[in-house]
């Protein structure tokens, strides 16, 4: 059964960090590309990064890049996401997902974590 698990989230003061994971069973995270989504209130999801199994090319939303940086331990199944200089715009809730394709963009994401939420306040 596949299945994604992000943990990580919390509520930190602007400023601050988090590393995000995205824990992968059932399947091997390291053939597949993995992207992080985030959906806050009364907003549409948005990709924030993605990245893919050869290589491990990343992508980023131009309001996240500099901040947030992706990263795979595929011995550990894992992907991670490290989030600094946190703004109270970042505020949502971050899902991990795949397509279970091989590239960043190809396919349809199907495979999806069940969240964890980041809150930015002072």
């Known amino acids: 059964q596949v299945q994604l698990v992000e943990s990580g989230g919390g509520l930190v003061q602007p400023g601050g960090s988090l590393r995000l994971s995205c824990a992968a069973s059932?399947?091997?995270?390291?053939?597949?590309?993995i992207g992080w989504f985030r959906q806050a209130p009364g907003k549409e999801r948005e990709g924030v990064s993605c990245?893919?199994?050869?290589?491990?090319?990343?992508y980023y939303k131009d309001s996240v890049k500099g901040r947030f940086t992706i990263s795979r331990d595929n011995a550990k199944n894992t992907v991670y996401l490290q989030i600094n200089s946190l703004k109270p715009e970042d505020t949502a809730v971050y899902y991990c997902a795949t397509a279970r394709r091989a590239a960043c963009g190809e396919g349809r994401y199907s495979y999806w974590g069940q969240g964890t939420q980041v809150t930015v306040s002072s």
């Open positions: 059932g399947f091997t995270l390291g053939y597949y590309a």
């Open positions: 990245i893919s199994s050869s290589l491990d090319i990343t």
